[in-house]
């Protein structure tokens, strides 16, 4: 029983890494017909001998870089070996995206001049939130209980508590029984879920509605308001899981297997709701009556707008938020102020409450 948190954290490994080789593997197949490797091109050629030439020896690169992560993650598990682990983790987010870039060069002597004419409406939208205001009010009401249970007990909480275990199970990080060392996991909580809750805002409020044949898409199944729903899931989910991060001074430390399996549902859940989305967009780009001579070409923005093919910025377009060309959801118009100040705020926010509310033993 004493290896339990290591052998389960190897699962949670195990895992991990099977549903990333998964998703790189699906990636290039999760963009609008007319697009392939965030590249224009004629809604033909992603099932052409070519395409499907640079398909595979994609996915072939991409599954051998990922491996090479892992094995970097794995070395770095000895102490005195912890720089490969950090770089282990880093390959693993960024080294995948070096068989992209390759297969992208690969798609651009094959790419057709885009369909610029782009169907818009003369007033905003008005943002339909999924469940309404009242449910969208349901995780700032659980953290606000968390909150509230708190205060009530606040004479019961130690005076320095554990907030951090490594995987051995012992604990490696310590806070206090100050207002920002008990209350820091809600407050930053509040900061994400009025982060996603506004993203979900601007995404529903903004993003083009793909029409389909019999009229405009209804409420809740066009794909804005399907990837509203996923971000109001994780609204609930984060609220939760916060709230139990808050409460571990008085429940005592988390069950590692319990912390590891909802991990690994997480996992599987958000690589599900993925493909879904997909499907949900292919099926209403495949029916819109906006496509051109029956095929579509593109998303209506041109290839130098998008940077690496991943990043968008285009000075004059006034949207802030874009629909992603390479995976699912939406991404912002970096050449936005705005979108500086957003990216800097998700970022800097919660690291500051995760720094002020944590403290080391000398």
């Keep these: 029983m004493e290896h339990m948190p290591l052998i389960l954290f190897c699962v949670l490994l195990v895992v991990i890494g099977a549903v990333e080789a998964a998703i790189f593997w699906k990636l290039p197949l999760w963009e609008r017909p007319g697009l392939f490797f965030s590249v224009t091109v004629p809604p033909e050629f992603r099932n052409s001998a070519e ?60 790419a057709a001049k885009p369909v610029l004419v782009r169907e818009a409406e003369r007033a905003p939208r008005a943002a339909h939130l999924p469940g309404g205001w009242l449910l969208q009010a349901g995780p700032f009401a659980v953290l606000g209980a968390a909150a509230i249970y708190l205060h009530a007990h606040w004479d019961q909480i130690p005076e320095i508590f554990p907030v951090h275990w490594g995987i051995d199970g012992q604990p490696n990080g310590w806070s206090g029984r100050t207002p920002i060392g008990v209350y820091g996991p809600l407050i930053m909580g509040v900061a994400i879920v009025a982060g996603l809750s506004l993203i979900t805002y601007g995404v529903l409020r903004e993003a083009r509605v793909v029409r389909v044949p019999g009229g405009a898409a ?22 939760i899981l916060l709230s139990f991060v808050a409460m571990m001074p008085l429940l005592g430390p988390p069950n590692i297997a319990l912390v590891l399996g909802s991990s ?34 593109g998303d209506g ?32 118009n970096f050449a936005r102020g705005m979108a500086w100040l957003i990216l800097a705020l998700l970022i800097l926010i919660p690291l500051a409450l995760a720094f002020a509310a944590v403290v080391r033993r000398g």
Aim: proline residues 5%; positive net charge; hydrophobic residues 50%.
């Design 301 to 332: 923005t041109l290839d130098a707008h998008w940077k690496m093919g991943i990043f968008y910025y285009n000075p004059d377009d006034p949207a802030l938020l874009v629909e992603k060309r390479f995976g699912i959801g939406y991404t912002m």
């Design 264 to 297: 690994i549902a997480l996992i599987v859940i958000v690589f599900l709701a993925a493909h879904h989305l997909n499907q949900v967009r292919a099926y209403q780009i495949e029916s819109s009556t906006t496509q051109t001579d029956g095929r579509v070409f």
């Design 218 to 239: 209804s409420h809740g199944r066009d794909f804005p308001h399907q990837v509203g729903y996923f971000l109001s899931g994780m609204e609930y989910y984060l609220a």
């Design 51 to 110: 395409g499907r030439k640079l398909l595979g020896r994609y996915r072939t690169l991409a599954m051998v870089l990922i491996a090479i992560g892992w094995v970097l993650v794995l070395a770095g598990g000895v102490p005195r070996r912890w720089p490969l682990l950090i770089l282990g983790i880093a390959w693993l987010g960024f080294g995948p995206l070096i068989a992209f870039q390759i297969a992208r060069e690969g798609v651009m002597p094959h």
